[in-house]
């Protein structure tokens, strides 16, 4: 999106913007999407749940890991970032906790497989969960579907 990112405010709002508007995209087109960002502060994730609002649920997923291999990973070059240890630093400072229900995983050298099964099981129960509440308010509205 950017030739050179600084990882300004105004840059970063850019990108989650332009993330929201692919988001609202695939969601009217009836798929589901998974966001791979930081989503650092309350800020950007109200902005998300306001834009998607009546359209999808989200749920966020927090990845944790030490710092060490934190910084390893930030040193390999990457196609999809050019973010380096400096830009880890500055973001985790803006960092505001996510205060809402959501998964964390821990992040090691070997546990990719792992974290997928159990994000997928998060995704797949609060699915259900959703499913229930909804058809709980029909049964006592009397509505049928």
């Not at 109200?46 to 749920?59: D, E, N, S, V, Y």
């Not at 380096?84 to 205060?99: A, V």
Request: proline share 3%; net charge neutral; hydrophobic share 40%.
């Amino acid at each position: 999106m950017f030739k050179h990112p600084n990882y300004s405010p105004n840059e970063k709002l850019k990108v989650y913007l332009e993330m929201l508007a692919l988001t609202k995209q695939a969601v009217t087109a009836g798929n589901n999407s998974v966001l791979d960002a930081t989503f650092f502060s309350e800020e950007l994730r109200t902005k998300f749940r306001q834009g998607i609002a009546g359209k999808a649920r989200i749920l966020f997923i927090e990845i944790v890991a030490f710092e060490p291999l934190i910084q390893q990973r930030v040193q390999r070059k990457r196609v999809s970032s050019d973010a380096d240890w400096g830009i880890y630093k500055q973001i985790k400072n803006q960092w505001e906790p996510i205060i809402e229900e959501h998964l964390i995983l821990e992040s090691t050298d070997s546990n990719i497989s792992q974290m997928l099964g159990i994000a997928a099981d998060y995704c797949l129960a609060n699915d259900q969960r959703a499913n229930r509440q909804i058809n709980s308010e029909r049964d006592l509205s009397g509505q049928s579907e």
